[in-house]
Every structure is written in structure tokens, then in C-alpha cells.
């Protein structure tokens, strides 16, 4: 089942960034893209996550053109469909680790998983406020608040840029689990291609293409 279609996008700002890619995403699959900083791979993910309308092109996920989608629509789409992961966290800094999570849980009717905050290794701070932590802890509070979510599509810049290696493969791995568990699916952009070797297809961003590897 393709739960991501992207057709013929292009995008500029003040130059020409990327022209005419196009890609799918089926279910129990990820993607990674690749590319030298600059080279359009998040402005792209922002536009494959409905965050971004491109200059030409749609983008499909689960069978509807999310740019025609009403902002209603497209609000529920997000929060219930859709996990978006960064490298800058995005918590609640007046709440505790586990209000953060809490707050993505009851906004999309799930719960959370105690062994997913075990696994990723923050079970033993989770009611800190998210200021008492270091910054891979805030970056694993917030890919467990993504994975509370229970999403369709994770889409991961660069999540595991704060995290040592040891732990950014158990990210990957957990990434993997839920993917192959859930036939949900995975946009990654990373600069390491350690980690987007791990994924089923490989994108390279350069001179405004998108190259498949």
C-alpha cells in the first residue's frame, strides 16, 4: 500500500533549490535522503510532511492531495497521522518529561508505552521538568513523544544528531520495530550514512535532483 506519493515537485526561494522529484513511500518501508547541508533535503521533508506547499508538484498521503485539503483536515492529518521529528526538540519547557508525552497521547487517543521509554533509555527521568536534561534526553523525550502518537509517517531531520552512536542505532532500531509492526513508514534525512544505509531506499539531494542510490 503507498501511503506517500510525491509528483513532479519543485521549490525555489531565491534560487532554484530542487525541480521535478518524484517518489514513493509504501507501507513497512523507509526512505532516507541523503546531501550536503544546503542542498534541499529539509525543505523538502517539510513539504512531503504538509508543512511546506511546493512551487509545482503534489503530494499524496493516503490517497488524498494534502495541498487541497481544508486547514481543519489538514490540522487532523497531522495529529493523528503524521510524526515529525527534529533535531531541536520542540518540548514544553514548563513540563515534565512525561506531561510532554502525555499531552501527544491525549491529543491522538493512544498511550504510552513504558517499554518504549525503557528501550530509549529515559524511564529513570521521565518526571523531570525537560530542563533538568541533558540534550540527548530532551532528543529521546522527543522521538518517544512522536512514537506515543502511534503515527503512520514518522519524519525524522536528523534525530539522532544529538544522541552518541550506541544509541542512534537503538533509535534506528526501535524506528524499525515500529515500522515493520505498525506497516507505518519513514521519510529520514541525515547526514550519516551509516544510519540511511539501514533503510530501504536511499535518496542523494545534489544539484537540484533527487538521485536514488
Known sequence: ???????????TFDYPLFEDISLNLNAGE???????????KSTLMHILSSLLRPLKGTVELFGK?????????????????????????????????YENLEVAALLSGETIDP??????GIDHVIHQKVTELSGGQQQRVS?????????RI??????????????AIEVMQIFED?????????VLVTHDEALASRCNHIYRMQNGFLEQM
Do not use: C, W
Not at 503507498?2 to 521549490?11: F, G, M, Y
Open 143 to 151: 522521538i518517544a513523544r512522536v512514537m506515543s502518537k502511534k503515527p
Open 115 to 120: 517499554q518504549l521509554l525503557k528501550r530509549l
Open 154 to 167: 514518522i519524519f525524522a531531520d536528523e534525530p539522532t544528531g544529538n544522541l552518541d552512536h550506541a544509541t
Open 178 to 186: 515500529y515500522i515493520k509492526e505498525n506497516q507505518a513508514a519513514m
Open 30 to 40: 523507509s526512505i532516507a535522503i541523503v546531501g550536503v547541508s544546503g542542498s534541499g
Open 1 to 11: 500500500m503507498t501511503l506517500l506519493k510525491a509528483t513532479s515537485l519543485s521549490h
Open 65 to 97: 492531495n494534502i495541498y487541497q485539503l481544508d486547514d481543519k483536515n489538514l490540522v487532523t492529518l497531522r495529529r493523528n497521522q503524521l510524526g515529525m521529528i527534529y533535531q531541536s526538540h520542540y518540548l514544553f519547557k514548563g513540563f515534565s518529561a
